[in-house]
């Protein structure tokens, strides 16, 4: 393990837990990345009186949004209490968003800095927020870009609600929208009510490095965007990259970050330079999250070892500048003949892989339960009731139990619920990749 970091930013590190020991013949290895980031709660204040950080909310006005009443007003509501949380010297703006994108503060195409007098006339300005029109999500998006590309802020960043599907605009025009923002901001998406479209809503937060929920009850909106505004102003530094050089003959078959959530990261390598590729990680405050590296290395025989790959953070340098490496980790291979030494599996490895797989159940169980096959949807929440019970998540647990009826948790038995509020299934689908840490022994 190494760390890198000058004294007035966050300091990182990077722990590996593995077991290097294979086989002879063995060729895949597994690995946990573990990154910490500590001591970014006093630079982060500093740094926010430079306005080190940009943020549009993005408030669905669509006309659904006035059935019932108190969906419009809890949104008001909201987006004043995220705006009271705004630090003094942050960029912001507030956006309308039907089946087109309008600028509700501070207008003319420009970003506003928190202060009491702004805070207040964009609280005055979401007086005139009603509902009306349409929803195409894709131009909220796009004119948030627009703002937000130009403020010099390292930390750049969108809140978007919405309590419908994305009617007016093509599937491929929000793919190609998020395809153009990926990695010039993040965004957090959350959906009110129960007539929004899961996929859509947990999309947006993958594709732009943020988090996605459910407020079922328009009532908990204030509390939810407070926390995540404040969760914005805890960030310090943006656009970390996870990169991983594998010397030759080594090829990396997947990266997924395992906690606090799964996200597979695999298909956003990008190359930079001989055998290393960079994969995006978002912005960082105080905080730990967790990545699962799998490499293939070339068959080698007992008594032979290698360095299988090079987990580097890297945060990008001014331009013309080379990144600066803020910590380090190393995967390593070693062919054994001892049994015990080479089947072993590492817990945290163990633990996260079957975090991965629960909510992949969860997520088939619950495609198969809307399908109408009972059987296919009884087996997957079984299995998923089983790994959340096996490995103490309970929170996850609990949203299961309001899906099936639990038998005998270790053995995953269940039975489908015949009735199931929709708000419970959007509940456990949203929140199916939210993970536990391993338990410490």
Not at 249 to 273: F, N, W
Not at 333 to 355: E, K, R
Not at 385 to 394: F, P
Request: glycine share 10%; aromatic share 4%; hydrophobic share 45%.
């Amino acid at each position: 393990m190494a760390n890198f970091a000058k004294p007035s930013a966050p300091r990182f590190s990077v722990e590996v837990y593995q077991n290097e020991f294979l086989p002879e013949g063995g060729r895949d290895v597994h690995a946990i990345v573990t990154v910490t980031s500590t001591g970014g709660a006093t630079a982060t204040r500093a740094a926010a009186a430079h306005g080190s950080a940009a943020v549009v909310i993005m408030v669905d006005c669509s006309g659904s949004m006035e059935y019932p009443p108190d969906k419009m007003r809890g949104a008001r509501e909201a987006t004043a209490a995220a705006i009271d949380t705004l630090r003094d010297g942050t960029a912001f703006a507030v956006i309308a968003g039907t089946h087109v994108a309008k600028e509700v503060y501070p207008g003319q195409g420009r970003l506003a800095f928190a202060d009491p007098a702004t805070r207040a006339q964009a609280k005055e300005a979401l007086r005139g927020l009603s509902a009306g029109g349409g929803t195409a999500i894709g131009t909220w998006l796009r004119l948030a870009d627009g703002l937000l590309r130009q403020s010099p802020a390292a930390i750049r960043h969108g809140i978007l609600l919405t309590d419908g599907r994305n009617e007016h605009e093509e599937p491929a025009v929000l793919r190609a929208t998020l395809e153009a923002c990926a990695g010039r901001f993040t965004c957090d998406a959350r959906g009110v009510g129960t007539d929004w479209e899961v996929k859509e809503v947990t999309g947006i937060a993958s594709a732009l490095l943020g988090s996605a929920d459910i407020v079922a009850d328009p009532a908990h909106l204030t509390e939810d965007f407070t926390l995540m505004m404040a969760n914005v102003m805890g960030k310090e530094v943006a656009d970390v990259a996870l990169r991983l050089w594998t010397p030759v003959g080594v090829e990396i078959q997947y990266v997924k970050q395992v906690a606090p959530t799964v996200q597979d990261l695999s298909d956003r390598r990008s190359e930079a330079g001989p055998r290393a590729g960079d994969y995006p990680t978002g912005s960082w405050g105080d905080e730990s999250r967790e990545y699962h590296v799998c490499v293939r290395v070339p068959a080698a025989s007992v008594g032979q070892e290698m360095l299988a790959a090079r987990a580097t953070l890297l945060l990008p340098g001014a331009p013309g500048e080379p990144p600066a490496t803020l910590a380090q980790g190393l995967v390593r291979a070693v062919w054994t003949d001892d049994l015990a030494a080479s089947t072993a599996i590492n817990p945290q490895v163990a633990h996260y892989t079957g975090q991965a797989e629960l909510a992949q159940a969860i997520q088939q169980g619950l495609e198969a339960r809307k399908l109408g096959d009972v059987g296919g949807a009884t087996a997957k929440l079984g299995r998923a009731v089983q790994l959340a019970s096996a490995s103490g998540n309970a929170d996850t647990a609990k949203l299961l139990a309001k899906v099936v009826d639990v038998v005998d948790a270790a053995a995953g038995t269940v039975r489908l619920k015949a009735k199931v509020a929709d708000a419970d299934e959007m509940t456990l689908e949203t929140r199916s990749i939210q993970t536990v840490r391993v338990k410490k022994s």
